[in-house]
């Protein structure tokens, strides 16, 4: 349990940076995480799961605040928006559904940063941006634990949990990232 416990501020850094330098496998992060604290101390799934909604929560923000001083050239420039994503679009279906387009870009590989450009360049106020995104960060940590308690139920060492845990949702992203550019989004 003390391990998990001490590896927790390395988890947030990792999940904060990662959800500001989109390279860095965050997700992968708290499943690992997840796996161990399920073979140490089950209970200790729960700080993992807050513990990244919280790094994810403040990598967010930050994004966010650079989105809103840098605009979407800046994004472009650094490379967090694709080629070809349309803006227009998608700040129309955040006036229509913000906390639910919230919640899936959190889940979806790629998604994530062309919403917090939009959020940010349409000028979607700082305390309705906050409060709309707690839970999707919440949500986004939740999952991706829950794929590190599932490998921790299955496999009796923790570093076979730890590995199924990674390889799963590494592949998972992988196949969601092919989807999406077989649909042309």
């Given at each position: 349990m003390t391990d998990v416990l001490y590896g927790l501020p390395w988890l947030f850094v990792v999940v904060a940076f990662g959800a500001v330098v989109p390279v860095v496998p965050t997700g992968a992060a708290v499943s690992a995480a997840a796996a161990l604290a399920f073979h140490g101390h089950p209970l200790t799934t729960v700080v993992v799961v807050l513990t990244g909604a919280v790094g994810a929560y403040v990598g967010d923000a930050v994004t966010y605040l650079v989105c809103r001083w840098g605009g979407e050239q800046f994004a472009r420039r650094v490379r967090w928006l694709r080629t070809g994503h349309r803006l227009d679009d998608l700040a129309d279906r955040l006036?229509?559904?913000?906390?639910?387009?919230?919640?899936?870009?959190?889940?979806?590989?790629?998604?994530?940063?062309?919403?917090?450009?939009?959020?940010?360049?349409?000028?979607?106020?700082?305390?309705?941006?906050?409060?709309?995104?707690?839970?999707?960060?919440?949500?986004?940590?939740?999952?991706?634990?829950?794929?590190?308690?599932?490998?921790?139920?299955?496999?009796?060492?923790?570093?076979?949990?730890?590995?199924?845990?990674?390889?799963?949702?590494?592949?998972?992203?992988?196949?969601?990232?092919f989807v999406q550019a077989r649909r042309g989004h």
């Amino acid at each position: 349990m003390t391990d998990v416990l001490y590896g927790l501020p390395w988890l947030f850094v990792v999940v904060a940076f990662g959800a500001v330098v989109p390279v860095v496998p965050t997700g992968a992060a708290v499943s690992a995480a997840a796996a161990l604290a399920f073979h140490g101390h089950p209970l200790t799934t729960v700080v993992v799961v807050l513990t990244g909604a919280v790094g994810a929560y403040v990598g967010d923000a930050v994004t966010y605040l650079v989105c809103r001083w840098g605009g979407e050239q800046f994004a472009r420039r650094v490379r967090w928006l694709r080629t070809g994503h349309r803006l227009d679009d998608l700040a129309d279906r955040l006036r229509e559904r913000e906390i639910p387009v919230l919640l899936v870009s959190r889940l979806l590989p790629g998604g994530r940063i062309p919403v917090l450009l939009t959020i940010a360049v349409t000028g979607v106020d700082w305390r309705r941006f906050a409060l709309a995104n707690a839970p999707a960060c919440l949500l986004w940590s939740a999952v991706y634990a829950g794929i590190g308690i599932f490998g921790g139920a299955i496999f009796p060492e923790p570093w076979q949990s730890v590995l199924v845990a990674v390889v799963v949702v590494l592949l998972a992203t992988q196949l969601i990232s092919f989807v999406q550019a077989r649909r042309g989004h």
